[in-house]
């Protein structure tokens, strides 16, 4: 018996295994994993040194833990596969955005206990995030159980309202990949005036990782540290003020509010 298996090998699954192997509470003889991209499963296989399931059922037969680690437009038909061989002693973890676990739960015949949770790539670098709910026939240990793994990846929060995942996913699901949008803008700019290409990614990516680590380790708002570099006349609110007239804001709450109803979208099949 297996306490930990993988169906899905990829990035995010990768950085969970690495993680979970580094709290040093798990061996790589705990852990397997399962996948229909045969090139995919040798990666992680070798990456990890973990086992090799010869299928998705047999994986679920022999594991304590299930993470499932698919995209959300198969996973219908991975819960249809591993549905007869499920068991009230397993415990399935759902990383697939937008899958709720009411549609988990009837996919895998009704009774399973299911976490589902929300990561984000951070993780790939232990540096995540990760929002965690219970479905209805999970209990609080299962969702400690499930916090514990993410936990070697990153930060965990928990939440009662499952409505709210949608929202987390919009947020903190997708909201690296905005902030690196950020950067190309950054960067660009930097080069146009006349830095090389080396340097502006240097300065952009410290700059902002520094003020990643103002806003949390001051514990100030965004908008008060925003004021204390923001001189009357000066450079900052000058560029401040060309995103603001291009409705900066705004626009990245849009992107929010656009992945999030994705995600319900996705929920909805």
């Known amino acids: 018996m297996r306490k930990i298996g993988f169906v899905g090998a990829g990035n995010m ?9 580094a709290t040093k509470r798990y061996r790589a003889r705990d852990l397997w994993a399962s996948d229909a991209e045969s090139r995919q499963l040798t990666r992680f296989v070798r990456a990890h040194g973990v086992g090799r399931a010869p299928d998705n059922g047999a994986l679920v037969e022999e594991s304590e ?17 591993i549905r007869p061989h499920v068991t009230r002693r397993h415990l399935f973890v759902s990383i697939a955005a937008g899958i709720p676990t009411a549609r988990l739960e ?3 015949g009704g009774r399973a206990r299911v976490v589902r949770a929300m990561p984000n790539t951070p993780a790939l670098v232990g540096t995540g995030i990760t929002v965690v709910v219970r479905g209805t026939h999970a209990t609080g240990a299962d969702e400690r159980r499930a916090a514990e793994l993410f936990g070697g990846v990153g ?8 409505t709210l995942m949608d929202a987390v996913t919009g947020l903190s699901g997708s909201g690296p990949a905005y902030v ?23 300065l952009t990516y410290q700059t902002i990782r520094g003020a990643a680590v103002m806003l949390q380790e001051t514990g100030r708002p965004p908008e008060e540290l925003r004021a204390m570099v923001s001189s009357p006349g000066g450079t900052t609110l000058a560029g401040l003020g060309a995103l603001d007239a291009r409705g900066f804001v705004d626009v990245v709450a ?6 999030t109803r994705r995600g319900r979208e996705l929920g909805r099949g």
Request: glycine share 10%; hydrophobic share 60%.
């Open 13 to 21: 699954a990768g950085a969970l295994a690495k993680g979970l192997l």
């Open 180 to 202: 690196y949008r950020f950067a190309e803008g950054l960067i660009a700019g930097a080069m146009a005036e006349g830095l090389s290409e080396a340097v502006a990614r240097r």
């Open 254 to 259: 849009a992107a929010v509010t656009a992945a």
């Open 106 to 108: 009837a996919g895998l």
């Open 65 to 81: 833990i299930v993470v499932l680690a698919v995209k959300p437009q198969v996973m219908q038909a991975v819960l249809a596969e």
């Open 155 to 162: 930060e965990v929060v928990r939440v009662r309202d499952e």
